[in-house]
């Protein structure tokens, strides 16, 4: 049974390696990227996953070596035990930590282009986007171009932004701790209350795609999701144009409703 447990051992960094490579190849590892600096951030996943499957296949292997050589019916020998070796828990001390230190200076390029201030662009606030259980607000400068003015735009879940444009996000929370992620941006960014942070990007192909809360925030966590529409600024300032108009007639209705 010794040797029949150490081959299915066996099976396991075999069948991981097979999927992994297959899942690369399929190009089912990771969603459809349409950002600037997305290949940044999935070259340094594939990149730290590499590494930690080289480590995961060696212990494997290790694991499968002792199993096999060290069964019970080939070794009827008692069990010798020994004291613990300093240089060696010194050794695999050493070696992970500068693992983790190579690996945060290997990371430094792609941390500076998706959250280092010098990089974000200097622009107003394409968007105000303030996070709430269980919904995405967002809030769009209207004619005068800022936020925070009562032509402002409003729109629930429906994150609309130009293609090959410099966006700036400012990222606010209402209630608790969310996480504002954008999978085909690679953005994730928390949304942290009493907070205005600044996220930044640039779309590079048109589509509809998902806008999740990645941050457990209550029981409606399940059901926070909007919609990231990427399209030419001329189908951009159509929809913002609607938007505003609607809402126009919206208040002036309100206004006569109320005086009534």
């Known amino acids: 049974m010794g040797k029949f447990w150490s081959l299915l051992f066996l099976l396991v960094p075999i069948l991981g390696v097979y999927c992994f490579i297959y899942g690369y190849q399929q190009n089912i590892w990771l969603p459809k990227d349409v950002s600037e600096h997305g290949h940044t ?112 735009v409003y729109v629930v879940n429906d994150l609309h932004i130009p293609a090959n444009e410099d966006i700036l996000i400012e990222l606010k929370s209402m209630d608790v701790l969310h996480s504002f992620f954008l999978p085909n941006m690679r953005i994730k960014q928390d949304a942290v209350p009493g907070m205005r942070i600044p996220v930044w990007f640039r779309a590079t192909q048109e589509g509809v795609f998902d806008l999740v809360c990645a941050e457990l925030c209550g029981w409606g966590h399940y059901k926070m999701k909007g919609r990231l529409t990427i399209e030419s600024r001329g189908k951009y300032d159509e929809w913002l144009d609607k938007v505003y108009s609607e809402q126009e007639v919206t208040q002036e209705t309100q206004e006569i409703a109320s005086t009534e």
């Open 41 to 152: 951030i999935d070259h340094l996943f594939f990149f730290i996953t590499g590494l930690t499957g080289i480590v995961f296949i060696g212990t494997e292997v290790a694991l499968f070596w002792f199993m096999w050589k060290y069964d019970a019916r080939a070794n009827p020998a008692p069990v010798k035990y020994m004291h613990g070796s300093h240089s060696l828990e010194v050794i695999w001390t050493i070696i992970p930590a500068a693992t983790l230190l190579f690996i945060a200076i290997y990371q430094m390029n792609a941390w500076a282009q998706v959250k280092l201030y010098s990089h974000m662009p200097r622009i107003a606030p394409t968007v105000e986007v303030n996070a709430r259980q269980f919904e995405w607000r967002m809030r769009y400068p209207g004619k005068d171009g800022q936020i925070g003015t009562r032509d402002d």
